[in-house]
């Protein structure tokens, strides 16, 4: 009796393996926020070719004719395969309310790690002396599922 149950565990301890590391597929590396001029996006390669260039940079702004604002720059690790229509969402609380205010950024995530620059700018962000009092940052799928998710001290604190 004790030998049919063996594979049955077996399988089943590989069915939990596989999914730990499915879920982990994707992770953020590492998250900066901060305050980014719209000179500090001026490259030679713009100068003689009048396009922005962002080299390995993916770039998404909230008001992609302004340049200057408030940045997320997120290191995104993906060891799984490519994934179309993801989208980050990000909820910032702002010093002028309590209430957060989302973000939505769509992307298609390639199959490796990736910078991407997620830009609060024009009147999504105040100007250069305003900083986040909290944040949270996700990286959903096409179907909604959570691949990734990143969020400030601040945020996981309880509102009294």
């Not at 962000?125 to 179907?143: F, I, N, Q, R, Y």
Request: with cysteine; proline share 8%.
């Amino acid at each position: 009796m004790r030998l049919r149950r063996l594979p049955l565990t077996f399988a089943c301890l590989a069915c939990f393996v596989v999914s730990i590391c499915r879920s982990a597929d994707v992770e953020f590396v590492r998250v900066w926020p901060g305050w980014r001029n719209a000179e500090s996006f001026e490259t030679i390669s713009e100068y003689f070719t009048g396009r922005e260039h962002h080299g390995s940079h993916v770039v998404l702004r909230t008001h992609p004719d302004a340049r200057a604002g408030f940045y997320f720059l997120v290191r995104v690790a993906n060891s799984g395969g490519a994934r179309a229509n993801a989208q980050f969402t990000l909820q910032v609380i702002t010093p002028d309310s309590p209430d957060p205010k989302t973000y939505q950024f769509p992307v298609d995530l390639p199959d490796r790690g990736t910078v991407y620059q997620l830009g609060l700018t024009g009147p999504a962000w105040p100007d250069s002396s305003a900083h986040p009092v909290a944040w949270k940052l996700e990286l959903k799928a096409a179907d909604g599922a959570r691949l990734a998710s990143a969020q400030s001290f601040l945020w996981e604190k309880p509102a009294k």
